[in-house]
């Protein structure tokens, strides 16, 4: 269950990235520090729903900084 949970997070974040031909450099940079937030907190955290929300945040402000 764990995988397939892994799997789809993974196939979510890349199939948002696709959408981000519009997006300023910053701005793609913050979506997917999201998304890879979100990856990593629910890895860290066994799936839980506040570590996916709080991974997906943290990575969201790390990449938004990032390009600034």
């Given at each position: ?6 799997l ?6 890349v ?6 031909s519009?997006?300023?450099?910053q701005?793609?940079s ?13 890895a860290?955290?066994g ?8 991974g ?8 938004h900084?990032?390009?600034?």
């Amino acid at each position: 269950m764990k995988t397939a949970m892994k799997l789809f997070a993974i196939i979510t974040v890349v199939a948002s990235l696709s959408a981000c031909s519009g997006m300023s450099q910053q701005d793609r940079s913050t979506a997917i520090g999201a998304g890879v937030g979100a990856v990593g907190g629910a890895a860290l955290t066994g799936g839980s729903a506040l570590g996916t929300v709080g991974g997906a945040a943290v990575g969201g402000i790390v990449g938004h900084e990032i390009k600034k």
